[in-house]
């Protein structure tokens, strides 16, 4: 089904062994709407992400990315067709420069391969699509740093920026501001919001602290114990009295 939804997920359920870690989810991301999944600690919610990502085959159900059946799709295919999940700090090559981490996957989606890397260093044309790349998450005064140096915020910036080098239609980020203190959190809150509307991506962002996502996300889908439990506007999640139940009936903090 065509359709200006860039993602449907229909009831998805994923167990693993015994245990249903997702239970007859249905979810859909409308292009150009920020769009965030929140749920408590265990909730599924990085289930749901290596779902969509194909990471996992869902137990039941289905995932259609732009009007096509993608249900079952490698993680690489899927990045081919502008799909892409932020692959966590692990993916970074530490030891490089800011620059060297973005040219590399610009590299390899203009098909150019991996082995003649000493020669693309020197790449012009690299140079200057990673620089464009690097100003959309500000981090274009450090480009010539080796990525180690970096604060962990920054880092993780850099990852944002690797995620989207490769051009996506629609980037999955599990929860980007983990591990960040709260000034942290806030700039790449603000960063997220700021390229869901200044680029043609869309972005649908996991949280688990709900407060994060109330000024910025423009619709909120609530999972709770693997069940879609509520979605709506910030305003309606903010006060649906099954939201704040969940959350306060885990512990506080999460
Ligand atoms: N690979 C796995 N094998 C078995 N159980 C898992 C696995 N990954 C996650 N779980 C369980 O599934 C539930 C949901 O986990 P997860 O998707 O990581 O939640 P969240 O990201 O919302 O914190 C948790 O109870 C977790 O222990
Ligand atoms: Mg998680």
Same mark, same amino acid.
């Given at each position: 089904?065509?359709?200006?939804n860039?993602?449907?997920?229909?009831?998805?359920?994923h167990?693993?062994?015994?245990?249903?870690?997702? %239970?007859?989810?249905?979810?859909?991301?409308?292009?150009?709407? !920020?769009?965030?999944?929140?749920?408590?600690?265990?909730? #599924?919610?990085?289930?749901?992400?290596? +779902?969509?990502?194909?990471?996992?085959?869902?137990?039941?159900?289905?995932?259609?990315?732009?009007?096509?059946?993608?249900?079952?799709?490698?993680?690489? %295919?899927?990045?081919?067709?502008? !799909?892409?999940?932020?692959?966590?700090?692990?993916?970074?090559?530490?030891?490089?420069?800011?620059?060297?981490?973005?040219?590399?996957?610009?590299?390899?989606?203009?098909? /150019?391969?991996?082995?003649?890397?000493? /020669?693309?260093?020197?790449?012009?044309?690299l140079?200057n699509?990673?620089m %464009?790349?690097?100003?959309?998450?500000?981090?274009?005064?450090?480009?010539?740093?080796?990525?180690?140096?970096?604060?962990?915020?920054d880092?993780?910036? +850099?990852?944002?920026?690797?995620? !989207?080098?490769?051009?996506?239609?629609?980037?999955? !980020?599990?929860?980007?501001?983990?591990?960040?203190?709260?000034?942290?959190?806030?700039?790449m809150?603000?960063?997220?919001?700021?390229?869901?509307?200044?680029?043609?991506?869309?972005?649908?962002?996991?949280?688990?602290?709900?407060?994060?996502?109330?000024?910025?996300?423009?619709y909120?889908? +609530?999972?709770?114990? #693997?069940?879609?439990?509520?979605?709506? %506007?910030?305003?309606?999640?903010?006060?649906d009295?099954? +939201?704040?139940?969940?959350?306060?009936?885990?512990?506080?903090?999460?």
């Amino acid at each position: 089904m065509a359709s200006e939804n860039i993602l449907e997920v229909r009831n998805v359920t994923h167990r693993y062994g015994d245990f249903i870690a997702l %239970k007859d989810v249905t979810i859909t991301v409308p292009e150009e709407r !920020l769009t965030a999944l929140i749920g408590p600690n265990g909730a #599924g919610k990085t289930t749901f992400y290596n +779902v969509v990502s194909g990471k996992y085959r869902p137990s039941r159900g289905s995932i259609i990315f732009n009007g096509v059946n993608v249900t079952g799709y490698s993680p690489h %295919k899927l990045s081919l067709m502008g !799909l892409s999940r932020s692959f966590q700090i692990t993916n970074i090559f530490h030891e490089l420069t800011v620059i060297e981490n973005v040219m590399i996957p610009i590299a390899l989606h203009e098909g /150019k391969g991996f082995y003649f890397w000493t /020669k693309y260093r020197k790449d012009r044309h690299l140079f200057n699509e990673a620089m %464009k790349v690097l100003s959309l998450v500000g981090l274009e005064d450090v480009y010539a740093r080796v990525t180690r140096e970096l604060s962990y915020g920054d880092r993780r910036l +850099v990852e944002i920026a690797i995620v !989207l080098a490769g051009k996506p239609q629609l980037v999955l !980020l599990d929860e980007p501001t983990a591990g960040m203190t709260p000034e942290e959190t806030e700039k790449m809150v603000h960063l997220i919001k700021n390229l869901a509307t200044t680029t043609e991506t869309t972005f649908f962002f996991t949280e688990h602290d709900m407060n994060v996502v109330f000024s910025v996300a423009e619709y909120i889908y +609530v999972l709770h114990q #693997g069940e879609l439990l509520a979605q709506g %506007k910030p305003e309606d999640i903010r006060a649906d009295p099954k +939201v704040r139940e969940a959350y306060l009936g885990g512990s506080l903090d999460t």
